[in-house]
Every structure is written in C-alpha cells, then in structure tokens.
C-alpha cells in the first residue's frame, strides 16, 4: 500500500484540535471555580489543618447559601462517621434534613445516612425510627438491611425473621441460613426453659428454611434428649454426617454421652472412629480418646493417638500424644515428658483457635455468630492448625 503524504496534514489538525479542548476544559474549570463560595475553600483550608470543628461550621453555612453543595455534606458526614465522630456527622445530617427546599432524592439520602449515623452511635431506638421511614422508597432495601442488623443487636429474632423474609422477596439476596439461625436462637431460649414442644416446632421451621442446618439439627437432637428419647436423639445427630461431614467434631460429645446412655459405648466408639477416619479433627479425637481410655485402657488409647499423628502431624495432635505418653511412661522419664509436655501445650493453646473466614476474629470456643463480624455460620469446625495443615 503507497503511502499518502496528505495524511501528515492531519497531524497539526488534530494536535490544533486537542489544545483547543484542553482550552476549554481549563476555562470551564477556572470559571466554576469562581463560583464556588469564599466558605468552601476556608472550609477544605480547616480540614487539612485538622480542624474538623471549624470546617464543620463553615460548610453548614455554606449550605444555607448554596443548595448546590449538599454532596459536600455527604461526603463530609460520611468522613466523620468513619472517624467515630457521630454526633459531627448526625449534625451535618439534621443540618441538611431542616432545609425545607432540600430536594426529594437528597432528603432521602440524608435520611439513610442520619440513621447510619444513629446505628454507629448505639442509638438503636433512633436508628430502627428513622429506616423505618424509609420504607417504600428508593432507599427502602438498604434500611431493610440496616434494620435487620438491628434486630440482631437487640436479639429481637422474630422481627430479624420478618425483615429476613421481606429482604428475601424483594430480590435483596438469599437469607435462608440466616432465617434458620434466627429460628435456632428462639429454640435455643425455649429449651432453656424447658420448652421441648415449642423448641421441635422452631426447629422444623429452622429446617425448612435451611435443611443443611447442623446448629438445627444439633438442637432438634437435645430436645429429644430432654424428652427421653435417647434413641431418637442418636438418629437426629447422626444426621449431621449427611449435612457436614466436618461438623460431626461439634456433635462427637454428644453422640458418645447419648450410647454410653443407651448401654453401648462401644457402638459410639466405632461411629466416632469412622467420622476420625473421613474428617481428621482434634476435638473429635478428644471425644475418642477419652472414650477408648475408658473402655479399652491406656495402651489403646496410645496406639490411637499414635495412628493419628502419624496420619495427621500437627502440634495439637503432638500434645493430645504426649498427654498419652505421660499416663503409661515410667516414673522415671514423666519428669522430662512433663517439660516437653508444658512447652508444647503453652505454644498450642495459639493455635487451638476457631478463627472466622470473613473477618478473621480468633476464638477459644466454637460460635454460629462471629463476635468480631456478626456474619452468621463464618467459622469452620476446624482449629486453626488444623486448617493450615489441610491447606
């Protein structure tokens, strides 16, 4: 192809094009920024002196002047807000929620964000009013979100289940598992007060919004418990296998409590020792081990603990191993057993922990509900170790 000199005449054309738009984007910009009010500018001026005080007061009146600079006021609520400082940021939100020409979309907006503002503060009773009137607007998923949150604060479950449901059908996402979890809480109140038939009937609704529900399960088996019926307990945690497999270290203690009470240790020993086989755990080798030194004594108990270091190496499974070693070791070496013993249980009480999968929060004890993140069923039925072994 011949090339054509013409096409060099474009060049200047298109570099006169681009200095003319550039001209024009920098006089648009020199001219809007002498529109801005003298307020604005002492305003950004306090904040990079860090003086959020006086910015505050000097956007607030430039408000009153200036429509035009109510997404300021966002920003700038938000940014205290983050900070901690709610009383700055519910201040610029009443500030802007007063006007009474404030436009529809933005007296929306400053709404949601006042009850943000309420929620961050711990004024719960605020908060729950304010999205409450935010219902059936544009902003109407994000305060059903918000208001859910609350109820879960207050731990009022029955409200957390209606807005769950309601979140659900407007197309805000799935909430079964938190609607089962909201059902186990008002099982889990009814059990303790001995409730059982109110309990089993929480419990099916658990199910039905959720069927892969072990904490529901868990719990169906302990009212049967309470009832007596030991045998339809038994089969009502087995079900956890078909549910989470890993999870059966959280229901080990009670299968074996329950066969021991139903005269057949050995039957609970065999079950516990197949799930230790499928899922390696050392809270479920606990359960076994404890069980295999009471029924069959200490040398089986050592070759068990012994098996599953071999198949599973891991420091909690080195300490579950020297605990053994200690009951059947001669007098004269359980000193020096004792040492080994003590620094290996002082390190593994760091690794001992469940830790959360969204947030990361660290825990002693199993929760359906992290601590750190309020997420629900966020912790795996594992100690850390364990999981980074598996890793």
């Known amino acids: 192809m011949e090339f054509e000199f013409w096409w060099l005449l474009g060049i200047p054309v298109f570099f006169g094009l681009g200095w003319i738009a550039a001209r024009v984007d920098i006089n648009q ?6 529109t801005l009010p003298r307020g604005y500018f002492k305003g950004l001026n306090f904040l990079l002196n860090e ?23 966002f920003a700038l ?11 700055r940021a519910i201040r610029v939100h009443q500030n802007l929620l007063a006007r009474p020409d404030l436009p529809a979309e933005h007296q929306g907006h400053a709404l949601y964000e006042l009850g943000q503002d309420y929620l961050k503060a711990g004024l719960l009773d605020r908060a729950e009013e304010t999205f409450n009137k935010l219902i059936d607007t544009p902003y109407s998923a994000q305060a059903g979100r918000a208001l859910l949150e609350i109820y879960q604060r207050e731990k009022e479950w029955e409200r957390a289940i209606s807005a769950a449901e309601i979140l659900q059908a407007t197309g805000a996402g799935g909430r079964q598992r938190e609607i089962a979890q909201f059902y186990c809480e008002l099982a889990a109140d009814e059990l303790v007060r001995t409730n059982t038939d109110a309990a089993m009937a929480l419990l099916d609704k658990a199910l039905a919004a959720d069927r892969k529900s072990v904490r529901a399960t868990m719990l169906m088996g302990d009212a049967l418990r309470a ?7 038994l089969e009502t945690w087995r079900r956890v296998e078909h549910q989470s497999v890993p999870h059966t270290a959280l229901v080990a203690q009670r299968l074996m409590d329950g066969y021991i009470t ?3 240790p050995q039957e609970g020993i065999n079950l516990l020792r197949a799930y230790l086989a499928e899922a390696p755990s050392i809270d479920l080798l606990e359960v076994v081990f404890k069980a295999v030194l009471e029924s069959d004594g200490i040398d089986a108990a050592n070759v068990l603990v012994s098996d599953e270091l071999r198949r599973t190496p891991t420091l909690l499974g080195l300490d579950k191993f020297l605990e053994a070693r200690m009951m059947s070791a001669p007098q004269t070496v359980r000193p020096e057993l004792a040492v080994v013993k003590t620094l290996v249980h002082g390190y593994t009480q760091k690794l001992a922990r469940y830790q959360c999968s969204h947030c990361g929060f660290k825990a002693r004890q199993f929760y359906w509900q992290c601590p ?8 795996p039925p594992r100690r850390t170790e364990e999981l980074n072994v598996m890793n």
């Open 227 to 233: 009832r007596g019926d030991i045998e339809g307990a």
């Open 372 to 379: 750190g993140c309020s997420q629900w069923e966020t912790y």
């Open 51 to 73: 003086q959020p005080d006086k910015a505050i007061d000097a956007f607030i009146e430039i408000v009153k002047l200036d429509p035009e600079t109510v997404e300021l006021h």
């Open 29 to 34: 910009l020199l001219s809007e920024s002498r």
């Open 77 to 87: 609520g938000n940014l205290f807000r983050r900070r901690g400082e709610t009383e």
């Open 262 to 264: 139903a005269g057949r």
